[in-house]
Nanobody, 121 residues
Framework: QVQLVESGGGLVQPGGSLRLSCATAGIIFSRSDMGWYRQAPGKERELVADITAGGTTNYGDTVKGRFTISRDNARRTVYLQMNSLAPEDTAVYFC???????????????WGQGTQVTVSS
């Protein structure tokens, strides 16, 4: 069974920092591309950052220079370090995998349940 479980969300003041974690199971993590997306009320889901199996990173324009995506293949976990947070970053953050499942020869898309990030004074 494939599982993507986010953690680390919460309430933070403007200018503060949070680190989100996404723990995975059921996929060959080292061969899977990973990413973070977010969705705010009334807005479409948007790409925050992604990282390929080879370690290449990509960021949405609104978070460049503030957020950093990384992965730890030994822990089968992807992280999102968020600095200089602003109220506009308030959203539900979702973990994404283009994952290769054990015992399968094809990749599939998987999503976590999301974790709430609220930036407010």
């Amino acid at each position: 069974q494939v599982q993507l479980v986010e953690s680390g969300g919460g309430l933070v003041q403007p200018g503060g920092s949070l680190r989100l974690s996404c723990a995975t199971a059921g996929i060959i993590f080292s061969r899977s591309d990973m990413g973070w997306y977010r969705q705010a009320p009334g807005k479409e889901r948007e790409l925050v950052a992604d990282i390929t199996a080879g370690g290449t990173t990509n960021y949405g324009d609104t978070v460049k220079g503030r957020f950093t995506i990384s992965r730890d293949n030994a822990r089968r976990t992807v992280y999102l370090q968020m600095n200089s947070l602003a109220p506009e970053d308030t959203a539900v953050y979702f973990c994404y995998a283009k994952g290769l499942r054990y015992g399968r020869s094809s990749f599939a898309n998987f999503w976590g349940q999301g974790t709430q990030v609220t930036v407010s004074s």
